[in-house]
């Protein structure tokens, strides 16, 4: 840009008209450089412009976990936030259990888990035993009534 300016003054610069076009160039490169020279020095997209001023943090509190060795290990949540009672160790890999403000494990409650029904047990609901024999007996007649014609067709063909 600035080869090609300097051609521009020295080949217009005796010229009656070169005046307002050596003007026009001048301020066109002083606002190029001008906005090259803000950007200059900046890491875009590495820092944030955004202060902290006014910002609050979340209430926080630590968790402590203990593994089966005895390690024991903090997990630090918001005050708000449901614990879990098991937490894998981020030095170990092993599972931690949720230690008490006593000092002793935190007991795990389990509910009881509501067997699945299967389509097997919903079937059973609606008919007897007796009453899906009879109706596998009808199905499988019907089939076999229905593969009989088509063999006896596909011999008929063959003929």
Known sequence: MANATLSLYLVQADHPSAAPLLENTRDQEESHTMAERNLRGMRLGS?????????????????????????????????????????????????GRLVAEDGSLVETVQVEAKAVRTHWDMLLERRTRAELEELLQERLTLLRARRGEEAAKASKKSA
Do not use: C, H, M, N
């Open 47 to 95: 820092q944030s412009l955004q202060s902290e001023e006014g910002v609050e943090f979340v209430p926080r509190r630590k968790s402590l976990y203990r593994t089966e060795d005895g390690a024991t290990f903090e997990v630090t949540f918001a005050a708000d936030a449901e614990i879990p009672e098991v937490w894998e160790s981020p030095r170990t890999g092993q599972e």
